[in-house]
Nanobody, 126 residues
Framework: QVQLVESGGGSVQPGGSLRLSCEVS????????MGWFRQAAGKEREWVAS????????VYADSVKGRFTISRDNADNTMYLQMNALKPEDTAMYYC???????????????????WGQGTQVTVSS
């Protein structure tokens, strides 16, 4: 059974930084892609960033490009989201997701992912 567990959320002032982690267990499929999504109160879930297996490039939503960095450890057990220059509009529940890679899949779509974590709250406020 594949499980994803997020951690690292919290409260931070505008301009601050946080690093989210997503620990993966139970998945032996090395050809996969992973992503981060977020959902603010009263809004729909929003794609943040994704990274494919191996050394393939990451992709980012325009709203976080240049501020957030998605990475994966070499053992493919953990994914990270380094968030810098945080803004109040970044406040949301952040979810990590993972799925086996298939040709033509769109990593920006929540429906593309098979496995999800429970979420970790990020609050940016002065």
């Amino acid at each position: 059974q594949v499980q994803l567990v997020e951690s690292g959320g919290g409260s931070v002032q505008p301009g601050g930084s946080l690093r989210l982690s997503c620990e993966v267990s139970g998945d032996t499929n090395s050809r996969n892609f992973m992503g981060w999504f977020r959902q603010a109160a009263g809004k729909e879930r929003e794609w943040v960033a994704s990274r494919l297996f191996g050394g393939l490039a990451a992709v980012y939503a325009d709203s976080v490009k240049g501020r957030f960095t998605i990475s994966r450890d070499n053992a493919d057990n953990t994914m990270y989201l380094q968030m810098n220059a945080l803004k109040p509009e970044d406040t949301a529940m952040y979810y990590c997701a993972r799925s086996p890679w298939t040709p033509g899949v769109d990593p920006k779509m929540a429906s593309s992912y098979s496995y999800w974590g429970q979420g970790t709250q990020v609050t940016v406020s002065s």
